[in-house]
């Protein structure tokens, strides 16, 4: 069974760190894009940070120059470094992935973990 597991989540005060985990698991030959999100109650998931197979990076320009993505291959492993957190930050943050199970390509999600930065 393929699932994505995130962990690191927590409670910070403002100007903290914390550095998010998500592990892919289960039987798939490679992983493609890697991404988190976040999502606050009443708004939509947005996009936080994305990392290609070629460990290409986007972010939101709201945590750019704060957020760092990055990725373990022989982990399948993702992780997102936040610094410099601020209380808008606060959210549940998902992780999904490509995943491949040839011949085909699957979007699998996390079930999330909840940042909390307290003012």
């Known amino acids: 069974q393929v699932q994505l597991v995130e962990s690191g989540g927590g409670l910070v005060q403002a100007g903290g760190s914390l550095r998010l985990s998500c592990v892919a698991s289960g039987s798939f030959s490679s992983i493609n894009a890697m991404r988190w999100y976040r999502q606050v109650p009443g708004k939509q998931r947005e996009l936080v940070a994305g990392?290609?197979?070629?460990?290409?990076?986007n972010y939101a320009d709201s945590v750019k120059g704060r957020f760092i993505i990055s990725r373990d291959y022989a982990k399948n492993t993702v992780y997102l470094q936040m610094n410099s957190l601020k209380p808008e930050d606060t959210a549940v943050y998902f992780c999904n992935a490509e995943l491949v199970i040839l011949p085909r390509t699957y979007l699998y999600w996390g079930q999330g973990t909840q940042v909390t930065v307290s003012s």
């Open positions: 990392i290609t197979g070629g460990s290409r990076t």
